[in-house]
């Protein structure tokens, strides 16, 4: 069974850094196509980014691009969001996804709160 973890989230001030980390066991991240969304309260949830399978990288939310930073490291089965100059309309609850089959996002994780002051 597939099992997704996040962790790092926290209460951070405007410019700061986190590193989110999302643990998946089950099978190895290879597996699967990889993908970091948020929810800010009050709003849908939203796509930030990703990786395929093979690693090819995207980051498709604007306000992400030159901030945020998406890796995998295979050995450790974990994918990271690297946040950087962090800003109030960055929080929300950050979640990792995974898609074993090209058909969507069918795994997720609990979740981890990212908040930060001005």
């Known amino acids: 069974q597939v099992q997704l973890r996040e962790s790092g989230g926290g209460l951070v001030q405007t410019g700061d850094s986190l590193r989110l980390s999302c643990v998946v066991s089950g099978r190895p991240i290879s597996s699967y196509a990889m993908g970091w969304f948020r929810q800010a309260p009050g709003k849908e949830r939203r796509w930030i980014g990703g990786?395929?399978?093979?690693?090819?990288?995207?980051l498709p939310h604007h306000s992400a691009r030159g901030r945020f930073t998406i890796t995998r490291d295979s050995d450790k089965n974990t994918i990271y969001l690297q946040m950087d100059n962090l800003e109030p309309e960055d929080t929300a609850i950050y979640y990792c996804?995974?898609?074993?089959?090209?058909?969507?996002?069918?795994?997720w994780g609990q979740g981890t709160q990212v908040t930060v002051s001005s």
């Open positions: 996804a995974a898609d074993p089959d090209g058909e969507g996002f069918q795994y």
């Open positions: 990786l395929s399978r093979s690693g090819s990288y995207t």
